[in-house]
């Protein structure tokens, strides 16, 4: 059913960008009438059919009742997103069959597009229309050829063998091998230390499991971790976690600073940098009025597990060095911030 949804929403949100549905949120008439329309059009041969003089309500009325047949739950009278179990999130994270999955929906994507076009050239569309859709496939086409890269054996060249890798950068610093915890036993020494955390870099002693069948060697300080394919594993040194340093995206957490109880509870290393001149503050996202009780839950939820945050929690007051431990360590978004906002706000109201 969640697939035939979103297959059916991405179809009709290319033909009706003025009406987009979203499988998860529109009202179900509607998705009801997406999904039968994605039916007619793309699994049957109903354009064909209704040329050679089929009647229009009567060739309506048969794939219908053909579709429920098929799809119990596609009723308009019943949601069945309402009675759906929820989907069990797997025990761990496997990247690769994350990759496969944006795959599948890339090529599913790239189908429609191709389809929409044609159809927008037979049926002499403006050039803008076509233009715009033509350059939504290029975008697709690039994304597809992104992810088909981790899927790639080594690629040997004049200058050596070019390794196809997965880094990762951790929202919250601690040991992480690409989504899974290991117990000691489990891993070993890497033979030098993250030039960013200061941490020992530790590898697994044997390849993982990482998805799409494929087993890969896992690295991780507490700031990164790696996948690398078991036989170029011992070629991990220290220049390859400074090369993975230097290509890091600026964190999240420089661009927030929380205020709140006339002090600061998040965002301590930029205020300094902009008191400093090496950032300008029109680059900040500032909230104010956050109350630290509000702040310590959002972080006992999200980040309970992280030893700063545990800290925080065992003692009757907090102090400026574990908030500023806290916004050294754990990056926080704008949208988890807003949140606390919104339930202060909510509080009050009541």
């Known amino acids: 059913m969640a697939r035939l949804l979103k297959e059916a929403s991405a179809h009709w949100n290319l033909l009706h960008p003025d009406n987009i549905a979203d499988p998860e949120k529109s009202d179900w008439p509607l998705l009801c009438n997406v999904v039968h329309s994605f039916l007619r059009h793309q699994q049957t041969q109903y354009e064909l059919v209704l040329a050679a003089g089929a009647d229009r309500e009567e060739l309506h009325d048969r794939i219908s009742r053909a579709a429920s047949r098929f799809f119990p739950w596609l009723r308009v009278e019943r949601d069945p997103r309402t009675s759906a179990e929820a989907e069990e999130k797997p025990e761990d994270f496997r990247p690769f069959n994350e990759f496969s999955r944006r795959l599948s929906d890339l090529v599913s994507e ?36 992104r992810l088909n890269e981790y899927f790639k054996p080594a690629v040997r060249e004049e200058t050596g063998t070019v390794v196809h890798s997965v880094c990762m950068e951790h929202s919250v610093r601690r040991y992480n091998f690409a989504g899974r915890e290991l ?3 489990y891993t070993r020494s890497a033979g030098f230390k993250c030039p960013a955390c200061g941490k020992t870099v530790m590898r697994s002693k044997v390849p993982m499991e990482v998805g799409a069948g494929k087993r890969n060697v896992a690295f991780s300080c507490h700031c990164l971790s790696l996948l690398m394919e078991p036989a170029y594993a011992a070629r991990v040194r220290i220049a390859t976690w400074q090369e993975m340093l230097a290509g890091r995206p600026e964190k999240q957490n420089t661009s927030i600073i929380v205020l709140g109880d006339n002090r600061v509870l998040y965002g301590h290393e930029l205020i300094r940098d902009i008191a400093e001149g090496r950032k300008d503050a029109e680059d900040a996202t500032i909230f104010r009025d956050v109350q630290l009780a509000a702040f310590q839950a959002l972080l006992l939820v999200r980040y309970g597990d992280h030893e700063c945050v545990r800290e925080l929690g065992e003692r009757d007051e907090v102090t400026t060095e574990q908030l500023k431990r806290i916004s050294a360590e754990i990056i926080l978004t704008a949208a988890e911030i807003e949140l606390v906002l919104a339930a202060q706000e909510a509080e009050l109201r009541n």
């Open 110 to 145: 790239r189908a429609r597009l191709i389809v929409a076009i044609k159809d927008a050239r037979r049926k002499r569309l403006g050039r803008e229309h076509i233009a715009a859709l033509e350059e939504r496939l290029a975008r697709v086409n690039a994304r597809t050829e």
């Open 183 to 185: 117990a000691e036993s």
